[in-house]
Each structure stands twice: as structure tokens, then as C-alpha cells.
């Protein structure tokens, strides 16, 4: 079984990514958080089969979620409206990104491969 998390402040994008995520992956644990602080609480209790990260949050905490998220080998799918080669290099390497607004068929793709790599063994 999948866990996956997704970050997103936008409540609304929060929704569509959370449905979306919960209709590919049946049977996954689809966690939403929408701060940094929040990704912080979560990987303390749960290891991530894969994460996607709005920018914003990525950023925040002075940039731990994604130090933490990287330390515990977990996939990241990074999103952002801001420029994306900006963002990337603001963030860090992450294994995907996508520009908004994307596709979800996109987005799913992505979040397909993500998942696969996690199961497959080191």
C-alpha cells in the first residue's frame, strides 16, 4: 500500500489533487497538509511512498520539509505557479516537477512513476 502526501496551500487545488490521487492509487492513504509545519508533524508519524510539494511549503521552515523528505529517501513531485526553473533552484533537486496549471492526466503520470520507483527494491 501507498502513502502518499500532498502539500498544497490552495485549499481548492488541495481538493482536486487529494481526489484525484485517491481515484488512481485505490486503496493508498492519501494524506493533505497544507503548511510546512504540517509536512514536519506528518513524517514524524508516517514514512511517505511519494510527496508532492506546492513550492510555497517546500519553502517554508527554512526549507526542512524538503531536507527531511530527501533524508528519508522519499520521492518528490514539486509544484509551482512561480517560475519553475526559479523554483527548482530555489527547492532543490526533486525526482519530478510540475509547471501550474498542469494537466491531471500529467500530474497522475508523474505521481505513477513516483510510486513505482519507491516499490521497487534498492
Same mark, same amino acid.
Not at 83 to 92: E, H, I, K, Q, Y
Given at each position: 500500500?501507498s %502513502?502518499?502526501?500532498?502539500a +498544497?496551500? =490552495?485549499?481548492?487545488v488541495? +481538493?482536486v489533487?487529494? =481526489?484525484?490521487? /485517491?481515484d488512481?492509487?485505490?486503496?493508498? #492513504?492519501?494524506?493533505?497538509? #497544507?503548511?510546512? @509545519?504540517?509536512?514536519l #508533524?506528518?513524517?514524524? &508519524?508516517?514514512?511517505?511512498? *511519494?510527496?508532492?510539494?506546492?513550492?510555497?511549503?517546500?519553502? +517554508?521552515?527554512?526549507?526542512?520539509?524538503? &531536507?527531511?523528505?530527501? &533524508? @528519508?529517501?522519499?520521492p518528490?513531485l514539486?509544484?509551482?505557479a512561480? =517560475?519553475?526553473?526559479?523554483?527548482? @533552484?530555489?527547492?532543490?533537486?526533486?525526482?519530478?516537477a510540475? &509547471?501550474?496549471? %498542469?494537466?491531471? *492526466? =500529467?500530474?497522475l503520470?508523474?505521481l /505513477?512513476?513516483?510510486?513505482?520507483?519507491? !516499490?521497487l527494491? !534498492?
Amino acid at each position: 500500500m501507498s %502513502f502518499i502526501l500532498i502539500a +498544497e496551500r =490552495d485549499r481548492s487545488v488541495r +481538493e482536486v489533487l487529494v =481526489d484525484a490521487t /485517491r481515484d488512481a492509487f485505490p486503496g493508498s #492513504e492519501v494524506y493533505a497538509v #497544507e503548511s510546512g @509545519a504540517e509536512v514536519l #508533524e506528518t513524517l514524524e &508519524q508516517f514514512q511517505p511512498t *511519494a510527496a508532492v510539494l506546492h513550492w510555497a511549503v517546500a519553502e +517554508e521552515q527554512g526549507g526542512e520539509c524538503m &531536507q527531511r523528505l530527501r &533524508q @528519508a529517501r522519499v520521492p518528490i513531485l514539486l509544484i509551482s505557479a512561480w =517560475d519553475l526553473r526559479r523554483a527548482m @533552484a530555489s527547492a532543490g533537486p526533486t525526482e519530478a516537477a510540475l &509547471q501550474k496549471p %498542469f494537466e491531471l *492526466a =500529467d500530474y497522475l503520470r508523474i505521481l /505513477r512513476r513516483l510510486v513505482r520507483t519507491e !516499490a521497487l527494491p !534498492a
